[in-house]
T-cell receptor, first 115, second 113 residues
Framework: QKEVEQDPGPLSVPEGAIVSLNCTYSNSAFQYFMWYRQYSRKGPELLMYTYSSGNKEDGRFTAQVDKSSKYISLFIRDSQPSDSATYLCAMSRNAGGTSYGKLTFGQGTILTVHP | NAGVTQTPKFRVLKTGQSMTLLCAQDMNHEYMYWYRQDPGMGLRLIHYSVGEGTTAKGEVPDGYNVSRLKKQNFLLGLESAAPSQTSVYFC????????????FGPGTRLTVL
């Protein structure tokens, strides 16, 4: 069983829809949770970052972490065609230390927002 | 400030050939990483380095070697390429001791025939 599971989709939604992307994980030691966005034929770039449980909002994007359920989510409101990309969840145990900044990634969800 | 750069962008190899992928970063990052990305598999860590002169194995290190002779460069070598190494390779770097944001390069698309 993978440490981090992510529904690969693909997910296709109309412009303006609310999108929900999710990951589950098995390692309770994970404390830092991230969402990366990857456009076609590009490298991933950090979209959202959260520490421990809770919500974080940035414009149309909201990241949620529920450590008790080992479940994280990314919500996109008023989705736009420019949001079409692969979204990767990532997590780590601690900052630096023996984890040396290593991240464990989900498989990625391919999202298409059509006009 | 170029961030993380990778060369080459594309490469086609025949089985058994060798090659080196170069990653360079100009952000003075301590940590550097090599990943491969395959459909449905996400990003898998091949090797990583926590500083100049250091390297360590990641999740899928077999068939690859790395070197970090200079802080800004991280090389990934394939000694004898196999079709199973056909993939997109990404390099990333991060600050030491921060919240682990990794900055990625644009990737190298490698095909082994």
């Amino acid at each position: 069983q993978k440490e981090v599971e992510q529904d690969p989709g693909p997910l296709s939604v109309p412009e303006g829809a609310i999108v929900s992307l999710n990951c589950t994980y098995s390692n309770s030691a994970f404390q830092y949770f991230m969402w990366y966005r990857q456009y076609s034929r590009k490298g991933p770039e950090l979209l959202m970052y959260t520490y421990s449980s809770g919500n974080k909002e940035d414009g149309r994007f909201t990241a949620q972490v529920d450590k008790s359920s080992k479940y994280i989510s990314l919500f996109i409101r008023d989705s736009q065609p420019s949001d079409s990309a692969t979204y990767l969840c990532a997590m780590s145990r601690n900052a630096g230390g023996t984890s040396y900044g290593k991240l464990t990634f989900g498989q990625g969800t391919i999202l298409t927002v059509h006009p | 400030n170029a961030g993380v750069t990778q060369t080459p962008k594309f490469r086609v190899l025949k089985t058994g050939q060798s090659m080196t992928l170069l990653c360079a970063q100009d952000m003075n990052h301590e940590y550097m990483y090599w990943y491969r990305q395959d459909p449905g598999m996400g990003l898998r860590l091949i090797h990583y380095s926590v500083g100049e002169g250091t390297t360590a194995k990641g999740e899928v290190p077999d068939g690859y070697n790395v070197s970090r002779l200079k802080k800004q460069n991280f090389l990934l070598g394939l000694e004898s390429a196999a079709p199973s190494q056909t993939s997109v390779y990404f390099c990333a770097s991060s600050y030491r001791g921060t919240h682990n944001e990794q900055f990625f390069g644009p990737g190298t698309r490698l095909t082994v025939l």
